[in-house]
């Protein structure tokens, strides 16, 4: 029902856009976020964007450098990633959730992707 696309290999100051586009719901998701799961680490959060505000949160370790964006007519949420840092390698999950519980940690989301890998190296 979530199906994130966009992932692949870039160099350190490149730039990625991942996809998500949501399908298969007769109700609409509020919040849709992405979260990010590097080898040995936990899953943390990245980016989350509100369908009907537009209100978006960051995390502060990207913050400045990736921006959430949403197409509500597709049901599609988006993440540009530019100044990628070799930091920033990780499996990509997105996230949705029909009600608005937390929208900056995992527990609040219900409904995830299958993750997309993203590789930035040095």
């Known amino acids: 029902q979530l199906q994130a696309s966009g992932g692949g290999l870039v160099q350190a100051g490149g730039s990625l856009r991942l996809s998500c586009a949501a399908s298969g719901r007769t109700f609409t998701f509020v919040i849709m976020g992405w979260f990010r799961q590097a080898p040995g680490n936990e899953r943390e959060f990245v980016a989350a964007i509100r369908r009907s505000s537009g209100m978006t949160y960051y995390a502060d370790s990207v913050k400045g450098r990736f921006t959430i964006s949403r197409d509500n007519a597709k049901n599609t949420v988006y993440l540009q990633m530019d100044s990628l840092k070799p930091e920033d390698t990780a499996v990509y999950y997105c996230?949705?959730?029909?009600?608005?519980?937390?929208?900056?940690?995992?527990?609040?989301?219900?409904?995830w992707g299958q993750g997309t890998l993203v590789t930035v190296s040095s």
């Open positions: 996230a949705a959730d029909p009600q608005l519980r937390t929208a900056v940690a995992a527990g609040g989301y219900d409904y």
